[in-house]
């Protein structure tokens, strides 16, 4: 049986992953914007403080536009190393460069406040626009790809520096036998080989190898499991939505 790597703050790396699952940033009297749920672990002196907190305002106002998730947020402050991970799923770093990205925001774990996060018009989905390095989160490894492409909605992380997509619906198979069939017993749902999303342009389109979305749990809740004390369902505040919702912005 091999030994297990033992990290201390030394060896633990800066901005950059522990794992294929895990990431750490490195604070240095710095702050990040975080997803709540999201730190599994910190060394250092770290605060995390809600979107909304008041000495928080100048900061909120250049970085963060979107009163849609904002509850579902936090600034990370202070001075120290922080492991972000995300119920197993991949998780890398990617660094934007005076550009503007748009990511499906269950898969958005964290960002550096240089860079603004804004609402998208694309319901369930945000916008970074800057420069910086953001963490996101995807089921699987992720796929770059540069359109014209037409992609399964299931498999979409995000796209950079295009237009956003446009429906593509594919009558001749939603009319046809499997069309029928449904129509008329109400089994199946709609597929990635009958719906897609369509971009053109220029650009880069960032896709999960999967065509399985990632499972949300609500934001604040504590599993009800064996030994953890006050196992099941945070009460929502106002403003934070169900897990449909915040998926797919309804």
Known sequence: ?????????????????????????????????????????????????????????????SSFHSPLHASDWVVAEGSGKMLLADRAFDVNSFDLEEGNLTIRSGNLLAFDPSLALKQSIVPGFVTLIGTGKFVAASNGPVVFMEPPLRVDPQALVGWADCPSPCHHYDHGYMTGVMGGIRSLTGIGGVSGEEHQFEFVGAGTVLLQSSEALMAEQATGAVPGEPGVPGGGSAPRMPGQLGDLQRRFGL
Not at 16 to 27: G, K, P
């Open 1 to 61: 049986m091999s030994t297990p790597v033992v990290f201390d703050p030394m060896t633990l790396p800066s901005d950059d992953n522990v794992n294929s699952y895990t990431f750490c940033v490195e604070l240095k009297g710095s702050r990040w914007f975080l997803q709540k749920g999201k730190m599994i672990a910190y060394y250092g002196q770290i605060n995390f403080d809600g979107i909304g907190h008041g000495r928080f305002d100048r900061l909120v106002r």
